[in-house]
């Protein structure tokens, strides 16, 4: 084992008690009976299990020698061979910059800047669909290194509860800042404040056992990349009887400013500094849109402070009447009012700082009915939407980037059932029990579970539920040696932990005489 030139304490088996059997210079034998004579013959408070050609940090040896171990915990840590990490979801190769690295066929491109970490499990393939996905547990951290909105496609797992569930968004001072509701297969969206280079998706009521698995199953992830937004191209058709409406009904002054904004927006109604139309509104109709209330809109601050500009009209739910039209933030807070009267350019300043994303809603005054015929309220049309460099600026307003929408959802794919065994076991610790390298537990909690059984996975759940609590030290190790060959958690030994699970006991395998052989 390399140790750094600090200050350690070594425990050496006795002469006599080591025997390794030699199977070929590729295969490490692990010999259970050798390592619990060297735990049974230790004297120190804690004991560390590990391998021998293991090298020790600096910093793993002076959280060591500093005196901050508890009793009562099973101190784990992740284990890096070469270029690929152990850690408790899995195995993973990593970047050059130490992240966990994309898989050629994964729900982010390799070269997205999206890249995932803890709580992600590794990419899998839907067997009936051919899809790709990645579950994730409790608490499943993201890494960007980009800006923009990233498309978020989930559907619940096993490991959440009645629908609909909750998906939250926490930052990285652990706040919770956004959330979706998802009721099946969810097309979601999520803009992130400038600078944002993490973040963690949380399932609020996830964490139910599975019974042929040992993993924490919340939320499978079809997609977590980014949004790419096509530029409106310029509108091609001719304006000329808009603008002949315009100048019929005495508003002559708005005929250069709509002139701009029809010729911005494209074939659809929405332009510059709008990334996406949600509730409220129908579809496009030849060149409009009919908006019923509370229209969403997200709108994303460039440059200078914008004016969110509209050329609008009353609609048939409101008789073609008159009406005053509110552009609001999400949570209720107007931002300003405009009068529509006929054809009108409406012009509202918003008081958002450069660089930040809003939710806003746009709500007539009044609500009016659907028509004889059509199942639609429509109570306002708009034939152009987009922001441009404010006019008279309003007092910017601090606005929290995170801004989260549900584009769509549908029925999920599979209906996942709680049977009464995983009624009984209920929300699980997930175990580290992938590259069991390193077990560090204090000796008297060593003696009763009467040192190690042959399966390493089979000791971290027993020391568990003899009140073991799991810390997993994030000062990973590195091999220095070639690979073990490491056997699967295979049918027999999941049943075994699941009965663990079930009954809340530690199943201990050895004897009495464990270590004395």
């Not at 299990?49 to 940090?57: H, Q, R, V």
Request: proline share 7%; with cysteine.
């Amino acid at each position: 084992m390399r140790m750094p030139s600090q200050p350690y304490i070594s425990i050496v088996v006795p002469p006599g008690k080591l025997q390794l059997p030699t199977l070929g210079d590729d295969v490490e034998v692990i010999v259970t009976e050798s390592r619990n004579a060297g735990i049974r013959q230790a004297r120190g408070e804690f004991i560390l299990n590990t391998s021998g050609d293991l090298e020790f940090s600096a910093e793993l040896i002076e959280f060591l020698i500093s005196r901050r171990l508890e009793k009562g915990r099973l101190y784990r840590i992740d284990l890096r061979e070469g270029n690929v990490l152990h850690a408790r979801e899995g195995s993973f190769p990593l970047t050059a910059g130490g992240l966990r690295a994309n898989a050629v066929e994964d729900v982010a491109g390799v070269d997205s800047g999206v890249h995932f970490g803890d709580g992600w499990f590794p990419p899998e393939r839907d067997p009936k669909s051919g899809e790709i996905f990645r579950w994730i547990g409790n608490d499943a951290e993201v890494v960007v290194h980009g800006e923009g909105a990233l498309a978020i496609e989930v559907e619940p797992g096993p490991g959440v509860g009645p629908l609909p569930q909750i998906l939250q968004v926490l930052d990285e001072a652990g706040a919770k800042v956004a959330g979706w509701s998802v009721a099946g297969r969810a097309s979601l969206q999520l803009w992130m404040p400038p600078g944002t280079r993490r973040f963690r998706l949380v399932a609020a009521d996830g964490g139910r056992a599975v019974l042929n698995d040992l993993r924490l199953l919340n939320f499978r992830v079809f997609r977590c990349d980014w949004v790419r937004f096509s530029k409106p191209v310029s509108r091609q058709e001719s304006l000329r009887p808009v603008l002949m409406r315009l100048v019929r009904s005495g508003a002559l002054g708005s005929v250069p400013g709509a002139m701009r904004l029809l010729r911005s927006v494209g074939p659809d109604v929405f332009g510059a500094g709008i990334d996406y139309w949600g509730t409220g509104w129908h579809r496009l109709e030849e060149t409009f849109r009919w908006a019923s209330t509370d229209a969403e809109l997200v709108v994303r601050i460039d440059g200078v402070q914008q004016d969110l500009c509209m050329l609008i009209e009353p609609g048939p739910s409101l008789k073609g009447q008159a009406f005053n039209i509110a552009v609001r933030f999400a949570d209720g807070a107007v931002i300003g009012k405009a009068r529509v009267s006929g054809l009108t350019l409406v012009r509202v300043p918003l008081p958002i700082a450069s660089g930040n994303v809003a939710a806003l809603l746009l709500s007539p005054d009044r609500q009016g009915e659907a028509l004889r015929g059509d199942s639609r309220v429509l109570n306002f049309r708009v034939l152009a939407c987009a922001c441009e460099p404010s006019k008279r600026p309003a007092l910017a307003m601090k606005v929290a980037g995170w801004t989260a929408v549900t584009i769509g959802q549908r029925p999920a794919e599979i209906e996942w059932l709680q049977s009464r065994e995983s009624l009984e076991i209920g929300k699980p610790a997930f175990l580290h029990t992938n590259a069991c390298e390193f077990l560090l537990m204090d000796r008297d909690l060593w003696f009763d579970l009467r040192g190690l059984p042959e399966n390493y996975a089979l000791f971290c759940y027993s020391a568990h539920f003899a009140g073991a609590v799991e810390e997993v030290l994030p000062l990973p190790l590195q091999r220095t040696g070639s690979p073990p060959v490491r056997a699967k958690l295979d049918a027999d030994l999941i049943w075994l932990i699941t009965q663990m699970r079930r009954l809340r006991t530690p199943a201990i395998l050895t004897m009495d005489t464990w270590g004395m052989k």
